[in-house]
């Protein structure tokens, strides 16, 4: 069997991810910015568009502070990422909320809840 080459857009997605992350952490001296976490990035298949998906439950942020922190350093961090990655067009960057790790310490909530429940009663 025949496994599907790996995509030039998942390639680049891996890339912007991690220069991103590292962007983040240690250039932006934003300690907002230091508290959001990476998620998951997609590229369009022309590869003009990169989709960031954020996640901030550990640092406090609500999604909409999150975002706008995020887009105040758009700038900045997409000039960084063009240093770090070479490719003939760099993709515009758009940050998106992942609710899908609050979603999980929720279901990690109740399923304690249902836990604690059982040994008590």
Same mark, same amino acid.
């Given at each position: 069997m025949r496994r599907a080459p790996y995509k030039r857009k998942d390639r680049l997605a891996s890339q912007i =991810?991690?220069?991103? !992350?590292?962007?983040i952490e240690f250039e932006s001296g934003n300690e907002k910015l230091k508290s959001i976490t990476l998620? $998951?990035?997609?590229? !369009?298949? $022309?590869? #003009?568009i990169a989709t960031i998906f954020v996640s901030s439950s550990v640092g406090g942020l !609500?999604? =909409?502070?999150?975002? $706008?922190?995020? $887009? =105040?350093?758009?700038?900045?961090? #997409? =000039?960084s990422l063009a240093e770090r990655i070479r490719v003939r067009y760099m993709p515009q960057i758009r940050f998106q909320y992942d609710a !899908?790790?609050?979603y999980g310490f929720k279901i990690d909530e109740i399923l304690k809840e249902i836990k604690d429940d059982e040994e008590g009663g």
């Open positions: =991810k991690k220069a991103v !992350s590292e962007i998620t $998951d990035v997609e590229v !369009s298949g $022309d590869l #003009r !609500s999604p =909409k502070e999150a975002l $706008d922190v995020l $887009d =105040k350093a758009k700038g900045f961090i #997409r =000039k !899908s790790i609050d």
